[in-house]
């Protein structure tokens, strides 16, 4: 076992490293039933909620996924090995996994709350160029999510289902970070359109507040990025687009990452905020997501305001007016070292496991399994990988 020293952190301080604007490359989607598709049928517009919507309405119909099962990579993987065949051409990187593994790994520094330990799944394949591939361990989801339903509540507070509902407590493992994400099924709901706003009647506009919430369908984006050396390919849920996808692909897209939390009405409550917003933070960073709207709701659950961010200003906001509980750039510094730190480690094939214990100022990583890639690659992409000696480089 090795493991990387996450204290003191001040060896992460100053100018950020290099990054890499996120671009898409490819993209797929989940439709209401949860099925995988290779096109963009689930993207969505974001058109403003009505202001006095009831956050619980509807809760009793919830369809919400079972995400119990191990998907592993294989959406992921699937798309990649498609785009691979259009193109001709091998999506090389040194890391591929989900953008929740990723946040993870990059609000380390300053993530100390009960809970919120993790562990990764790896594996290194094709050695000559070695690409890192993560997952998280199923396992450790599992027993974080019943860690979460044992805590007590507070009297006369709603039940954890319920604010999981409003958006106070999620669950996944691709598209949004285990028991952090602060998803907001409802408000989503009650922010987006099937298609933009122009050839949407009003009386669908005026009556999200009826529909059923059903958080099997999604979009999910998959991007070229980095951070220092690391060059990467990440995938993740992105909620809406501001307008439309431009035709052009080089160019950025107005995305939007919807969110929800609590009206801040004490210091207290600002600091709880403060630590929201890193991961909100994150999340829209790694994606080149440059919006997110946040939907404030009363302790009743009742949306009371909207706040536009703009990604990029998020972090000097919390520097400048805020408590100062976190530094963007100490976070992009952390993260470059630590995948730099990986790739020296992770240089041989076999299953590892990348491991930090709560509050722990370490982490680990050790070999699981001495061979073979365990369930993290399907045996199609091994296949697809193995065979495609055309493909170029």
Known sequence: MTSFDIQPLNRFAGISAAIRRPKEIAYFSYDDDHQYYLDERSLRYYYPPHLGADLSKGFDAFKQLDDTADDHLESLLKTIMALEGETGTKCEANIITWRGMMTKIMAVPFDNMGGNGFEMNATNFQRAKGTIFIEENREHKLEQRRYQHNQPSQPGAPSQDLMSYWGIFSIGTYSKTVLNGHIGYKFETLSLLPAPWHPTSRE???????????????????????IGKAKMILSGEVDAVWDSKPDNKNDPINWVELKTSAMIESDRDMLKYERKLLKFWIQSFLLGVPKIIVGFRSRMGILQRLEELETKSIPEMVKRSGKGSWDGNLCINFTAGFLDWLQQTITTEGVWRIRRRDRSSVIEVFRHEDSGYGDILSHEFIAWRKKGTSLRA
Not at 204 to 226: D, F, L, P
């Open 204 to 226: 669908y506009i005026e009556s999200r507040e009826n529909e059923i919430v059903n958080n099997h369908a999604q979009y999910c984006s998959i991007v070229k990025t980095g």
